[in-house]
């Protein structure tokens, strides 16, 4: 586990101010780390604290893969790249916004 420990402590060390996002270190992959981000700020922006992650890491804008799921309920972004000699994935969830529901238009 040593490369996905060294890029953690890296981490702590030069990024500590950033909000936290939940780490994952697998025991089959010594040499991948996995950071996830889940309303992790006051402000609700999940999103924007992605992107101070994603250039902290040094990740480049192009390797964001968006996707939704949970029928549409939830919003998701997805990273990865290399960072301190570990494989680094970086993913953010976020409640989609709500349907506007009103007619457009009006009474008829």
Do not use: C, K
Request: net charge negative; hydrophobic share 50%.
């Amino acid at each position: 586990m040593t490369p996905a420990l060294r890029a953690l402590r890296l981490l702590a060390a030069e990024y500590s101010h950033l909000p936290a996002p939940f780490v994952h270190l697998s025991p089959i992959d010594a040499a991948r780390l996995e950071l996830s981000l889940h309303d992790v700020d006051l402000t609700s922006d999940t999103f924007a604290v992605f992107e101070m992650w994603r250039e902290a890491l040094g990740i480049a804008p192009d390797a964001v893969v968006f996707r939704v799921q949970g029928n549409g309920r939830t919003r998701v972004l997805r990273a990865e790249g290399l960072f301190g000699g570990a494989e680094v994935a970086l993913t953010a969830y976020a409640d989609a916004p709500a349907a506007d529901t009103t007619a457009v238009g009006g009474a008829a």
